[in-house]
């Protein structure tokens, strides 16, 4: 098992920045995949940023450029640095990681508001 605790999340002007960090403990030897999904209100849950833990990383298109994944494998966190944030970026915000035997495991979620 492995758990999620996600921190970071708040209230911000358009243009603004904010740093997501979201720690794993349990088995997190197991991970392999880390990254962060997002959910509006009305909206589809979807996947904004991971990184393996080989270092590749995957962004969604339209925070390519803001939003940079980074991760700390000797303290099992991962990090999203969102820059330039816009109102159509707020939604809660949800860590998850995936093991080599394919389990998904999702922390609680953070919510991010962006204010116009």
């Known amino acids: 098992q492995v758990q999620l605790v996600e921190s970071g999340g708040g209230l911000v002007q358009t243009g603004g920045s904010l740093r997501l960090s979201c720690a794993a403990s349990?088995?997190?030897?197991?991970?392999?995949?880390m990254g962060w999904y997002r959910q509006a209100p009305g909206k589809l849950r979807e996947p904004v940023a991971a990184?393996?833990?080989?270092?590749?990383?995957d962004y969604l298109d339209s925070v390519k450029g803001r939003f940079t994944i980074s991760r700390d494998t000797t303290k099992n966190t991962v990090y999203l640095q969102m820059n330039t944030l816009k109102p159509e970026d707020t939604a809660v915000y949800y860590c998850?990681?995936?093991?080599?035997?394919?389990?998904?495991?999702w922390g609680q979620g953070t919510q991010v508001t962006v204010s116009s």
């Open positions: 998850f990681a995936t093991s080599r035997a394919g389990v998904t495991y």
């Open positions: 349990g088995s997190a030897f197991t991970i392999n995949v």
């Open positions: 990184i393996s833990d080989g270092g590749s990383t």
